[in-house]
Each structure stands twice: as structure tokens, then as C-alpha cells.
């Protein structure tokens, strides 16, 4: 099994600026924003926390090997999470790691339980960020418990660690904009 949060594996689009100009403000803002989504619901919500939905050794969708640049059936380190305030869930991700970005992490990556990955992110001094996709999946394609009635927007980024490359998607619940 790839994946808890999808049956099939979504299909990405690169940001264009006519796609974005059509989105909400709302919306635009968080697919938009460079810093730790983390530290944003903090700013925003009450007693945010991460829940681990899958975590383990698992060979990526053909789009995230592809993105990578690594070789067919290469397996990576795929953790799924919920973050929540409250109880509330209101982002979900999923992050694709590499053995060579875990190795020059010093396995850091590979232990951070419930901890949210962006506070480990965003305080690598030679973290870069690479390329953003987002994408629009229709919920008959989400596979997670939670009732999703409606298109939910995501967003993927290729970050890179020391030269290692990773990629998180993060997908906005519409409890995100109550």
C-alpha cells in the first residue's frame, strides 16, 4: 500500500500564474506561503498537533520518483500526517524522503514521530526550495476517514537538503478557513 490519504495517485500541474489568479485569496495565500505551514496554524489556531497516519519504507507514485530523479522502485522514507487544532483536522501531508536526504540528515527525518517535519525544515541552514506543483483532487480519490465532500487543493514542493532532495505535499481542509 502507498498511501492511507489516496486510492490513486494524484495528477500535479506546475503553478502557473492564470491558474492561481482564479483561486480564492484565502486559498492562494497558503499554497503561496514560503515558511512553515507549522508555524502559520500556530499563528492561527489553538494547541496544533501532528498525527501520524502512515509512516514507513515504501516506494514513491511514479511522479514523485520522477520528481526525484531516482531510479524505478527506489524505496523512500513516505510519512502521511494530519495536522490538527483541537481535534480539528486541518491540513493533510505527505512527505517522500529519500535514503541519501535521511543519511545527510543523520536520520533526524526518519525519527519525527509526532513532531511536525516543518521544525526540522525550516531550521536546516541548507534547506532550498526547489519547485511547486499544485493540484485539485476530486474526492473520490481521497482513501483517508475523514469526510471529504468537495475538491480539496494541494500543494507539493521539492525541497533540497545539502544537495538531497525531498517532497511534501500538504492538501487544505476546508475547515483551514472557517
Not at 17 to 42: A, V
Not at 69 to 79: A, H, I, Q, S, T
Not at 86 to 95: G, H, K, S
Request: proline letters at 7%; hydrophobic letters at 40%; aromatic letters at 10%.
Amino acid at each position: 500500500m502507498k498511501s492511507l490519504l489516496f486510492e490513486s495517485e494524484p495528477k500535479w500541474i506546475f503553478s502557473s500564474h492564470s491558474i492561481r489568479q482564479n483561486l480564492p485569496s484565502d486559498l492562494n495565500s497558503w499554497l503561496n506561503e514560503s515558511e512553515s505551514l507549522t508555524q502559520r496554524l500556530r499563528n492561527q489556531f489553538e494547541n496544533i498537533r501532528v498525527q501520524v497516519l502512515f509512516e514507513k519504507q515504501e516506494t514513491p507514485f511514479l511522479t514523485e520518483w520522477r520528481t526525484l530523479n531516482l531510479p524505478e522502485k527506489r524505496y523512500c522514507l513516505v510519512r502521511e500526517v494530519v495536522l490538527l487544532s483541537n481535534q480539528m483536522p486541518l491540513i493533510l501531508a505527505r512527505t517522500v524522503i529519500p535514503g541519501k536526504t535521511l543519511k545527510i540528515t543523520q536520520g533526524n527525518l526518519a525519527r519525527l514521530g509526532s513532531r511536525p517535519l516543518g521544525e526540522i525544515l525550516f531550521s536546516t541552514p541548507s534547506l532550498e526550495r526547489e519547485s511547486c506543483g499544485i493540484v485539485k483532487i476530486e474526492p473520490m480519490l481521497w482513501a483517508t476517514d475523514f469526510d471529504i465532500i468537495a475538491p480539496l487543493w494541494g500543494r507539493r514542493t521539492q525541497y533540497s537538503i545539502c544537495k538531497q532532495p525531498m517532497l511534501v505535499s500538504e492538501f487544505f481542509l476546508p475547515s483551514l478557513f472557517l
